[in-house]
């Protein structure tokens, strides 16, 4: 079967068949899931968006909605079998269907694919045909909903105005003249459309028409924005005049989506969508990868390393969430640091270092690659200070702090850099630093204990937030005041346990449009891990729970808590040394819990080696999100099973 969304809610079996959904909030229901990409979309989460002033037996009539859809997607699923479509995951629900089974999901496939590869426009073309009408059209105006159509929306004018690029750089596109004019007409606010109809009516032939339409363009932007056409407009107007435009697009570098950009324009824009999060997070990294590319292949090495240095957004998380990309962007960097030599231009060289260290923050870097990373995070702070650049310190700073998890027991050494920053931010006006150095110092008190001050730095960075347009922010210090809900659901008289685990799932929620899988996966199931060691209870047994990246130090404690000791013996053998991250002094806690439960005393002595830096610290709330309380608790444990207490 498949799903269609682009338009009216609709289900077809293979042969065609509608399906019968139901009424209009089993459809809303369905397309929930839909937009959430396969992903848990928890009953709070559901009912929230389904009812503005829920009735009281809301989660009932949800469930009756989503009993009545399995019956209607798989209506020959006998009666005690799962599920295998709308299936139930954790606390919630998530839609199973192949990418290729619903609409939206091809259509935004398609787009991808055409950004990368331009052959691929006739599949962009099919794609886009399959639009019937505004996304889930049928569907109440939630704000879930709304937010869907307006980035949908926003893909599709991409899409065509990047069909039309494509066409026109092959030497084809005359034809494009009346659906661009339609796309002008409707929006006319769209700068690249009016260059892409200037281009189609060159191809045509009409020459004056296309001049007529780049002036059409900078008279509605003079006289309704107050705004002189982009450079490129300009440039085009010229070519036209001068009758050079070239055929091939080949004058400046395509990048973005059907946006014709040259690549420091690119990059800047990934700059600004970078701090908004969520899919401009996701469309940032796409673009600024796309713009080194770009410039790499200009021959122009002074234009490449600025454009590969000019990404400073601030990042705190150790862990990429893209790796792949990371390492393409430290490849770059370090061919052109290569090229430049020991003698290029010093500010070009201290970016490109910065760009490494902060870059090279993925958990699966070889000891020489770390080794080479930290080298060049130090050789870029001692540039910058030379330099005396306060922005480009602040970036170097940023990759020295990315840097500092060499071993567990360094949030006071980031504590001092995430004080630099914010002292540089603040007396240099450099608002989304300063934030950074608000979160360094939070991640810094959280892990030392010092929730007090902790708090502090989260409610300085939430109003610095404020006016930064950072919303991000709140994310991360909902994670935060999670977290310390937890250390004190320990004390006595204190929160109760469920509502600091109430509190990390809302914190879960929040992270799930944030647009950072590097931070969230496992996340949330490490979170609840160290709530029940908090209160000595067994580790979660929920199947469902994915643990992502922190499994295998997860895994032997799941295993005892089954009473399966051998496979938990077997599982704490095969774990590897943790990642020297923020989340190292948590994984190595866990080694030394099931050490010490398990009775092997070499494990636990590694474990006690690697957490004694830290005694003074609490176990994974280096983060700033979660805890499993102090350190010095699980050291103990390890040293007496070790013998070395």
Known sequence: MRIDVLGAVRALRDNGEPVDL??????????????????????????????????????????????????????????????????????????????????????EDALARARREPEAVGDLAEALASWRGPAYAD??????????????EELRLAAVELRARLLLDAGEGAELVAELGAQV????????????????????????????????????????????????????EADILGGAVPPDGARTAWAGPGVRLGPRTTVDL???????GG?????????????????????????????????????????????????????AAERALAALGPEGPAELRARLLATVAVESRSADLSRPERDRARRAARAAEALARELADPALLAFALNGLALQAFSHPGLAPERDRIGAEILDLATRHELPSFAV??????????????????ATAHAEAAEGLAATAESPLVPVLTGWFRARATAA???????????????????????????????????????????????????????????????????????????????????????????????????????????????GEPGVAARAATALRPARAEHAGAASGLLTLGPVARYLAEAEACAGTG
Do not use: C, K
């Not at 019956?71 to 005690?80: K, M, S």
């Not at 109760?496 to 969230?520: I, K, S, V």
């Open 22 to 107: 139901g009424g209009p909030r089993h459809r809303e229901v369905l397309a929930r899931l839909v937009a959430a990409e396969g992903r848990l979309v928890t009953t709070d989460t559901l009912v929230d968006d389904l009812w503005t002033e829920p009735p009281a037996r809301a989660v009932g009539a949800l469930r009756t909605f989503v009993a009545a859809l399995r019956r209607a997607i798989e209506p020959d699923r006998p009666p005690r079998e799962p599920p295998r479509v709308l299936v139930t995951e954790g606390p919630g629900y998530a839609l199973r269907l192949p990418r290729a089974d619903v609409d939206v999901h091809r259509f």
């Open 139 to 152: 569907v109440p105006d939630a704000a879930w909903a709304r937010r869907e159509r307006a980035r949908l």
């Open 185 to 236: 007409a409707e929006h006319p606010w769209r700068e690249p459309a009016w260059g892409l109809l200037a281009r189609a009516l060159h191809r045509a032939g009409r020459q004056a028409d296309a001049l007529a339409a780049l002036r059409r363009a900078r008279t509605m932007l003079v006289d309704q924005l107050g705004l002189d056409p982009g450079a490129e407009l300009r440039r085009l």
């Open 270 to 276: 990934a700059r600004t969508l970078a701090l908004a």
């Open 279 to 331: 899919g401009a997070l996701v469309r940032s990294r796409r673009d600024r990868l796309a713009a080194i590319r770009a410039a790499e292949r200009t021959g122009d090495l002074a234009l490449t390393a600025r454009i590969i240095g000019a990404y400073d957004v601030p990042a705190l998380w150790s862990r990429a969430d893209d790796p792949e990309q990371s390492r393409a962007v430290v490849a």
């Open 436 to 453: 950074l150095g608000r979160l360094l110092r939070l991640q810094s008190a959280s892990a030392l204990g010092d929730l007090d001050a």
């Open 488 to 598: 004190r659901s320990a004390e006595p008289g204190g929160p109760n346990a469920a509502e600091a685990a109430a509190r990390y799932r809302a914190a879960e929620d929040a992270l799930a449009t944030a647009g950072m899988p590097g931070l969230r996966r496992g996340l949330f199931p490490l979170a609840l891990l160290g709530l029940r060691l908090l209160h000595d209870r067994p580790a979660p047994a929920d199947p469902r729970l994915d643990w992502g990246p922190y499994l295998p130090w997860a895994r032997p404690l799941l295993l005892l808590a089954q009473h399966r000791d051998a496979e938990a013996r077997a599982a704490l053998a095969a774990a590897p040394e943790p990642p020297h991250d923020h989340l190292q002094e948590a994984l190595w806690s866990l080694t030394a819990r099931a050490a010490a439960r398990l």
